[in-house]
């Protein structure tokens, strides 16, 4: 007798075909290298574990056409854990992962999951690379609220009143006044990934792993990139982390910053320049 699927293995292979699905309908696009800055490089000699970490509001399947490019390539892939409790946590939850990590790692982070690579990887000489993904890339002290306020994001409205943008859900031993967040479906489809196909994006809205208001007020401690060679691929029609707020950033943290003509989840609506970027990372510091 055959054993029917789980509802969570029909959800997981329902997202990897939709993904699967939008990377053959996307034309690549191609990312143009815009600043070389005070990191030099070298030629890659042994390929590096390549470590790929979601942003808020999603999970390690929003990076399913990226980790079979990078397979088809010879590169391990591993999807990094970030449990959307808080910048903190989160960051020592992966560093402990990336401690397991023999050789060198080229460590991806997307959204949100930039606060999280940019402190986890602080002093850890296995981390050879740091790729930003329309992602943030704070400095000591910076909050995502405060990257936010006043730079016209879909997020900013939250800041004064959550459920403008967010579904708020209590979670058990949540600090008072705290709640997880789930973006509402209009703002997925208007701003998140508003250049996905409908369908996709309701896909997004009706999955997404849900965030701790937390998130969005704790800061940032010693950024990685000080000691660690960084590239940033900015989102040109990103709503929640503007094109100007991820370049000066990039800028801030002397990233080699590339451009895509891409939403917030450049990483499902063009995979090959996402790709094609990681990969530039590894060669060069591989």
Do not use: C
């Not at 970030?82 to 990336?98: E, I, K, M, S």
């Not at 708020?168 to 209009?186: C, F």
């Amino acid at each position: 007798m055959k054993r029917s699927l789980s509802p969570r293995a029909r959800i997981i292979g329902v997202v990897v075909a939709a993904l699967a699905l939008i990377a053959a309908m996307v034309v690549p696009a191609t990312a143009s290298a815009t600043t070389g800055t005070r990191h030099g490089s070298t030629p890659a000699t042994t390929k590096p574990t390549i470590v790929l970490v979601h942003g808020a509001w999603a999970d390690g399947t929003t990076w399913a056409a990226e980790v079979l490019a990078l397979q088809k390539k010879g590169y391990t892939v591993l999807a990094g854990p970030n449990n959307l409790r808080g910048v903190a946590d989160d960051a020592a939850y992966l560093r402990q992962f990336l401690t397991t990590i023999s050789g060198p790692v080229v460590l991806v982070g997307h959204s949100y999951g930039g606060f999280v690579i940019t402190n986890a990887a602080t002093g850890l000489a296995n981390v050879k690379a740091l790729v930003y993904i329309d992602a943030f890339i704070p400095d000591e002290g910076q909050t995502v609220a405060g990257l936010t306020a006043g730079t016209g994001s879909a997020l900013e409205p939250a800041l004064a009143d959550p459920t403008s943008v967010f579904t708020l859900r209590p979670y058990p031993g949540a600090p008072e006044g705290v709640a997880d967040t789930y973006l509402l479906p209009e703002v997925v489809r208007n701003s998140f990934a508003q250049d996905l196909p409908a369908a996709a994006a309701n896909l997004i809205a009706a999955t997404q792993m849900p965030a701790s208001s937390a998130v969005l007020g704790q800061p940032s401690a010693a950024p990685a990139w000080k000691d660690i060679p960084s590239w940033a691929l900015v989102g040109t029609r990103d709503k929640i982390i503007t094109p100007a707020t991820q370049r000066a950033m990039a800028v801030n943290a002397g990233s080699t910053i590339s451009t895509v003509k891409s939403s917030h989840v450049s990483l499902i609506s063009h995979p090959a320049t996402v790709t094609k970027l990681i990969i530039t990372a590894a060669n060069a510091v591989g």
